[in-house]
C-alpha cells in the first residue's frame, strides 16, 4: 500500500523560507515521477511542479526560480524547498505519485506578516 505524509509547514513570513517533506512508503522515490500540488482557500489545486523518474524537475510559472523539488533516496522522501515566499503562496501543499490518485493528506503552508 502506498502511503504518502507531509509535513513541515507553518507560518512563515514574506520573503522567508521553508521545506516541505513527503515521506514515501510502498514506492521508491527515486524512480517514481511525482508531484507537488497546492490548493489555496476558495481555488483549485494546482500544479506547483514535478520531477521525472530521471529527475528532470519542471514548475509553475508562478514559483519557478523560487521552489525547488528534491529528493531523498535513502530516506524516501521527496522535498519541496521554497524560497522568497509570497502571500499568494498560502496554500495546503499536497505530493502526490504522477498520474496515480494516491495523495498525501497535505500539510498548511501560511505567509503572512
Known amino acids: 500500500q502506498v502511503q504518502l505524509v507531509e509535513s513541515g509547514g507553518g507560518l512563515v513570513q514574506p520573503g522567508g523560507s521553508l521545506k516541505l517533506s513527503c515521506a514515501a512508503s510502498g514506492i521508491a522515490v527515486g524512480i517514481e515521477p511525482m508531484a507537488w500540488y497546492r490548493q489555496a482557500p476558495g481555488q483549485q489545486r494546482e500544479l506547483v511542479g514535478n520531477?521525472?523518474?530521471?529527475?528532470?524537475?519542471t514548475y509553475a510559472d508562478s514559483v519557478k526560480g523560487r521552489f525547488s523539488i528534491l529528493r531523498d533516496v535513502a530516506k524516501n522522501t521527496l522535498y519541496l524547498q521554497m524560497n522568497r515566499l509570497k502571500q499568494e503562496d498560502t496554500a495546503v501543499y499536497y505530493c502526490?505519485?504522477?498520474?496515480?490518485?494516491?495523495w498525501g493528506q497535505g500539510t498548511l503552508v501560511t505567509v503572512s506578516s
Open positions: 502526490t505519485v504522477t498520474a496515480t490518485n494516491v
Open positions: 520531477i521525472t523518474y530521471i529527475g528532470r524537475t
